[in-house]
Each structure stands twice: as C-alpha cells, then as structure tokens.
C-alpha cells in the first residue's frame, strides 16, 4: 500500500536542525500517527512521503517556507509589563497564550525583559528554519470514516483528543 491522501501512516522520525542537533524524534517514544492529506504535518514532509510504501526510509530536508514558514519580523511586539498582571516573574523562554490582531489564538516567546516592558516572538519557534527528517515508514491503513470527519488519526481503542 502506497502512502496518499485518506491513509493513516504511522512513522518513526528524527527531526535535526542544520547543524546536526536533535531537535525531535519518535525514538524511545510511540511512533508518529498521522492522518494524509489533512494538514495534520508539515507540508513538505507530507508532500517528501506521499508515494512512498510501508518499509520505505528516507531522508527529508524542508525548507523553512514549507515547516513553519519564514521568521517574520511583525510578529515580534513589545507590550507594556501590566499587560502580564499579577505575574511575579517573567522569564525569557516563556511561553504564553495570547491572541493576535486578527483575534487568532497564539503562543507567544518572551524574548526580552525590562522593568516596564515585554518583548515577545508570535513566531513558531522553528519558524524561518530549515527542518531535516529522517523518517522510516512503518504502516499505512486506510483511514476509518470517523477519522476522515475529523480529519485525524485516531489511536489505538478507538478516539481520544490530548
């Protein structure tokens, strides 16, 4: 069976940046379960195993516009520290649920820290980054119906939302 849209694929990756550093994998962990064709990963991972059959090992460099698109400038913001509340200590590196001018959920980085203001990144933190998979297929199925309306994988026993 060939990977295409409506299969649900199972896959163990390791994801590395260019310099070689593990930024993510499936390795001592379950395998990625995903559903083809429903925007469930990446684009140009999607589009590197469309084809491809359950056995198959490969290795996948995406570029930043087709992973988490490029770093964009406009969404950095400095915001006035009272926008935080009562919060007592806040930290480069945190992240934060916030909402961006189109009313949009999105996490937020704080990057930079004064007395009297925030700065924070709404960019994916892997945006303007390119992406190295190593990616080895291990089933594809088809999906059931009930995933095909929801537009995922559903994992083993049946659905469960994390």
């Known amino acids: 069976m060939q990977i295409s849209k409506g299969k649900v694929v199972t896959i163990d990756y390791t994801l590395t940046d260019d310099a070689g550093n593990v930024i993510d994998s499936s390795d001592g962990r379950d395998a990625l379960v995903y ?12 589009n590197a195993l469309e084809g491809k059959k359950s056995g198959d090992e490969l290795k996948v460099t995406v570029p930043a516009k087709d992973a988490y698109g490029e770093h964009d400038a406009e969404r950095i913001a400095t915001v006035p520290r009272d ?15 916030a ?20 700065t924070v990144d709404g960019n994916h933190p892997l945006a303007g980054q ?22 995922h994988a559903h994992g083993p026993g049946g659905h469960h939302h994390h």
């Open 35 to 46: 559903l083809h064709g429903a925007d469930n990963i990446i684009p140009g991972l999607e």
């Open 83 to 97: 926008m935080f509340g009562e919060e007592d200590e806040i930290v480069v590196g945190a992240q934060y649920h």
């Open 99 to 118: 909402a961006d001018p189109d009313g949009q959920p999105v996490v937020v980085t704080v990057v930079e820290v004064t007395e009297g203001s925030v």
């Open 130 to 151: 390119q992406l190295n998979f190593a990616v080895k297929i291990k089933e594809i199925r088809d999906a059931t119906d009930e995933e095909q309306t929801h537009g």
